[in-house]
């Protein structure tokens, strides 16, 4: 089982406080001699922050979800794959959603993107939808308030 903060606290007897300040590196008036102590204990647990939980604090999570139509297509693998290289080098993760050309999943992918909190859609919508499925797939990112950029397909 993960080791969380309040197992830290538990093993050297700090606050959950004063673990979550050294960890986050804001333990400005810590001794370095408690900073330590936390510090190998966060080791020797083999602690790893919680990304779900940072993320619900920060209200960013640090994905981008990438709607594609068919990704066995070598364009748009070879857009997803820039796409990923550019993103991890922003320190950004890619959800990766395939809709085999259908409209539908478009709708479906963004409805999720958006439920687990990813930070904004790069969408390039299916070849099966029409000017009005377009701008209601637009439109329903905009009432989620979900920052979003077509790609590659006009409306």
């Given at each position: ?12 007897g ?9 960890l ?105 939808s ?26």
């Amino acid at each position: 089982m993960r080791a969380t903060i309040k197992d830290i606290a538990v093993a050297t007897g700090f606050s959950v406080t004063t673990i979550s300040l050294v960890l986050n590196g804001k333990a400005h008036k810590i001794s370095d001699k408690t900073k330590k102590r936390i510090l190998d204990a966060a080791e020797q647990m083999h602690y790893r922050p919680n990304q779900l939980a940072v993320s619900l604090v920060k209200k960013r999570s640090k994905t981008i979800g990438l709607i594609v139509p068919d990704i066995a297509n070598v364009y748009f693998a070879n857009m997803a794959r820039g796409i990923d290289e550019g993103c991890r080098e922003h320190g950004f993760t890619v959800i990766l959603c395939n809709t085999n050309e259908s409209h539908e999943r478009d709708v479906e992918y963004i409805n999720m993107l958006a439920d687990k909190g990813a930070d904004g859609i790069l969408y390039i919508m299916a070849k099966d939808s029409t000017q009005e499925m377009g701008l209601a797939a637009v439109e329903l990112m905009e009432e989620l308030k979900m920052p979003y950029v077509i790609l590659d397909r006009l409306m």
